[in-house]
Every structure is written in C-alpha cells, then in structure tokens.
C-alpha cells in the first residue's frame, strides 16, 4: 500500500517538473529573410555607367532636353531607392533600369554626335594640310596622321570608345602640327633673308623652337606637345614679321618724319623698344602687338605730314576729289587704328600718303595753269583796253 502510494507521487511529481522545464524552454530563435538586392545594385550600376558615359561624351551640351528628362529619371531612381521590402526592392530596379534605358540611349547618341564632329574635324584639318602642300613636302607625316585616322575609327567599330577618341585627337594634333609648320614655313620663307642682316639672333631663337616641335614629334611622340611648341614657334615667327614690318615702316618714314615731325618719330621708336622688350621676356604675342603698334604709329604719323603738306597746297579746294579720296582712305585706317585692327589701319594709311602728296601735286599744277590762264586772260585785256583807245583816237580825227 505504501509502495503504490509512493508510487504515484513519484508519477506526479515527476509529471510536474516535467511540466515545468516544457514551460520554461524558450521558442527557437526567428530569423527574417532578408531579400536579394543583386537585381537592384545591377540596375544602379548600369544607370551610373549609363550616365558617365552620357557626360564623357558631352551629351548634356548636345542634347540639352533629352539629358533633363534622363538624368531626372535617374535621380528619381536614387531619391526613392528602398530595400525594405521585396517590393519596394522590386520598384526600385524597376525606376533604374527606366533611367538606364534613357541614359543609355543618350550615351549612343552623344557617342555618334561626337565622332561625327570628329570625322568633320578630321576631314577638314587633313584638307587644309594638303592645299598646303602635305602631300608634297612631308608625305611621311601625313600618312602617319591618316593611319591614326584608321586606328581610331577601327576602336570606334570595336566599342572603344574612349580609345579611339584619344587616337582621333593624336590625329588632330599630327594635322594641326603640319598646318602650323607650314604656315612657319611660309612666314620664314618671307623674312629670313632681311632678318639675318638685321636681327639674326631673333631668327635663330625662332628657328630653335621649330626644331623642338619636330623633335617631340619624331623622336618622342609627343603629338599633343609638338603641336603646342609648333604654335609656341609660330608665335615667334609672327612677331618677327610684325617687327619687320615695324622696321620697313621705320625707314619708309623716317627722313619725312625727323625733318617735319620728330616727336612723332620719337614716339613710334618708344614704342618699338617696347616690342625688344616683350620678346626678351618671352611674351612673343605682346611684342608682335607691340610692333604692330609701333608700325601703324610711324606709318600713321607719315601719312598725317602728307595731309597737311595737300591742306596747304588748298588741295581739298583745287584737287577735291583726289583730296577727299584719300582724306576717306585715312578716316578708315584711323578707325582701323582705334579697333587695334593693326594690320588693316598700317595698308590704309601706306594708302593713303602718296594719295594726299598726288592730290598737293595736283593741286600745285592746277594753280600754276590757273595764274598762267589769268596772266593770258589779264594780257588780253590789255590788248583789248588797247584796241580801243587806238579806235577811239581814230574816231576823234586824232590819227
């Protein structure tokens, strides 16, 4: 009896602890799902791919209104990203692959505008090179030139697009490089003989940075920086034709100008020792405006001693249309003066000197035979004052 009953409180109690420990066993752990981004970071990839290319290649200035609606897409797309939720996620691709689709569009359209301003680019550099005669005086650079052509649009057909624009833009440097070099070569071809009697180390200096430019181009390859030498020796060789120009002025004028108006003389010289000046420092386009100006100063000042010689002579009064011709011919280069449209103002001035200096001349030549046909018409008076008192004499009986 006492067996079964303990027994059964063993049973209970057993149950009870049982029961217990089932109670207190916390729940296992519940873990959310956290949903795939990958289809999301795709879609914003593509799009920020989309758009670097759209910039790169200059769509934004080409195409103004289809950029606004794309890029608006797109920061569209990145102000509503979400991954909260599998749909927000879902929402999201969804709104950047739409601004991808419109970014990517744009970026082919950008990238076939480009290469089209390139080919006309190209197309119109490598003309301009063979009228100057490319294809006569440096037929190896030119080819040179034309096989990058080829690369570049072979890069283009692969879809490298950076590349082939890096090689078109070599191409443009070896055209430019060639243009600049022949318009040395036609400037040099003008002055070197006068300047090696008159300025040859200025020459030689000119002649030094044409070489580099060549040296960068074959030796190292530099195209980018043999085409900035080029236009750096261009620089100078231009300068030194405007200085000659200044100097041929000079000597055009100068014995008119030291009898009749030195301080003119004086001022155009200030002026030209500016131009020393300015090359010696290096600033070879200020000294070609400063020669330029010096030259328009002498010529100006010749041109005003003759239109003051032609007012005295009363050429505006006995030669009108000669004087008037020529007073129109300076008001021009004044003007031209004043726009510092130097080149202009220096031919209407050369112009217009031995216009007024003509119509003096004229002018002196029309007085002459006017005070000859006045001393005939006075004589013939005389002779008819003559006449008549010689009649009258005869009438009165007096003969």
Sequence with gaps: MKTKY????????????????????????????????????????????????????????????????????????????????????????????????????????????????????????????VAMGAEQFLPDVLSHADNTVTDARKKQADGDFLAARETAASALDMYGFLAT????????????????????????????????????????????????????ALAMFTALDAMLDAYNAREQVSERLQEVNPQAFEQGDLAAADTFAKWEAGDFGGARTAAMTSMVMYLSAGAAVERTVALEARADVAARQEFNYAQSLFAQADQAHQAQHFGEAGRLFTQSAPLFSASAE??????????????????????????????????????
């Excluded at 606004?68 to 897409?73: F, I, P």
């Excluded at 003008?190 to 030689?204: F, G, H, T, V």
């Design 6 to 129: 303990f027994w059964r409180m063993l049973v209970g109690l057993f149950a009870m602890f049982a029961a217990v420990s089932c109670g207190s066993t916390p729940p296992a752990e519940q873990h959310p799902v956290q949903p795939d981004t990958g289809a999301l970071d795709a879609a914003q990839a593509r799009a920020q791919v989309a758009r670097a290319q759209v910039v790169e290649f200059n769509g934004p200035e080409l195409f103004p209104s289809e950029w606004e609606n794309a890029d608006s897409l797109f920061a569209s797309a990145e102000r509503e990203r979400s991954i909260d939720t599998v749909e927000e996620i879902v929402a999201s691709a969804e709104r950047y692959n739409t601004a991808a689709d419109a970014l990517e569009a744009l970026a082919a359209m950008s990238i076939a505008r480009s290469f089209e301003n390139m080919e006309r680019a190209l197309a119109e550099a490598r003309a301009e090179v």
């Design 181 to 232: 070099t022949f318009e040395i070569k036609r400037i040099r071809a003008k002055i070197a003989e006068p300047l090696y009697e008159w300025e040859p180390d200025y020459l030689l200096q000119a002649d030094d940075a044409i070489r580099d430019a060549f040296q960068r181009f074959d030796d190292d390859g530099d195209y980018s920086g043999a085409r900035v030498a080029a236009v750096q």
């Design 362 to 399: 004229l002018a002196r030549e029309r007085q002459l035979i006017a005070e000859e046909a006045l001393r005939l018409a006075n004589e013939r008076v005389a002779e008819s004052e003559e006449i008549a008192r010689e009649a009258e004499k005869i009438l009165e009986g007096d003969l």
